[in-house]
């Protein structure tokens, strides 16, 4: 058969390469679309300096044990200076140190002096600092009121004032120094939130307790106030301020 049609075999072969090609062809096409393209669009990138974010800190640390004085102004042995204070109430310490032998009477006044580091840093750092443990204590003699200054590395930035004897008692507000912050401005105004010149400074508090001279007959007699478990305390606030 191929000996006397040679021409009809080679045509024949023929058209079936060419439709194998188209085969090949469109199968390559296929895997082509289905590959997704391989063509990669315009970008460009350039970098940048970084920087550190650091936490700040908070702390208060006693740096002298609880010492009591008489501090009454009538008296001629007042003659010392109670521990963290400028002296203007000036007293001779209390022995034993814990005054558990004294005994008050009619127009004495008494300062119990707790001296401590109080540290901030942050430049949005508002401190409040309070006295715990005052609520808790037991109060029978009737004549007896109670006071407190602070003083801030010895000068006194609190002046003598009513003790709040309630829990968590508030006694002042500190500003971090702005050390950081070019832009930010300072939360301390001078009169509810002080200022701090330094990370850390030396803070005393003298809590005093007078007993009235017009108290009469046998008023008070024996009686005991226990001033036990006070505990300074300072905690970050963010609702007072200057900025805040």
Do not use: C
């Not at 740096?63 to 009454?72: G, L, P």
């Amino acid at each position: 058969m191929s000996i006397e049609n040679p021409q009809i075999i080679v045509v024949t072969e023929e058209k079936k390469k060419r439709r194998g090609a188209l085969l090949l062809v469109a199968g390559g096409a296929a895997a082509l679309l289905a590959g997704g393209s391989t063509f990669a669009l315009w970008t460009a990138t350039d970098g940048f300096s970084g920087g550190q974010i650091t936490a700040g800190d908070l702390d208060v640390v006693q740096t002298a044990d609880t010492t009591f004085w008489d501090v009454s102004a009538d008296r001629d042995d007042a003659t010392a200076t109670v521990t963290g204070t400028d002296g203007s109430q000036l007293g001779h310490a209390l022995s034993p140190a814990d005054a558990s032998t004294w005994r008050i009477v009619p127009g004495d006044k008494v300062a119990a002096s707790f001296s401590a580091d109080v540290t901030l840093e942050g430049d949005n750092l508002v401190g409040r600092l309070a006295l715990d443990g005052p609520a808790l204590n037991e109060y029978d003699i009737t004549g007896m009121t109670y006071t407190y200054e602070v003083y801030q590395d010895g000068a006194l930035v609190q002046p003598e004032i009513a003790l709040p004897v309630t829990a968590d008692a508030t006694l002042l507000y500190l500003s971090a120094p702005q050390t950081g912050q070019d832009a930010g401005l300072e939360d301390a105004n001078g009169t509810s939130v002080l200022s701090m010149a330094a990370t850390t400074e030396d803070l005393t508090v003298v809590v005093y307790g007078t007993f009235s001279s017009t108290v009469t007959d046998r008023t008070d007699v024996t009686l005991t106030d226990t001033l036990s478990g006070l505990n300074l305390r300072l905690e970050q606030v963010r609702d007072i301020g200057e900025q805040f």
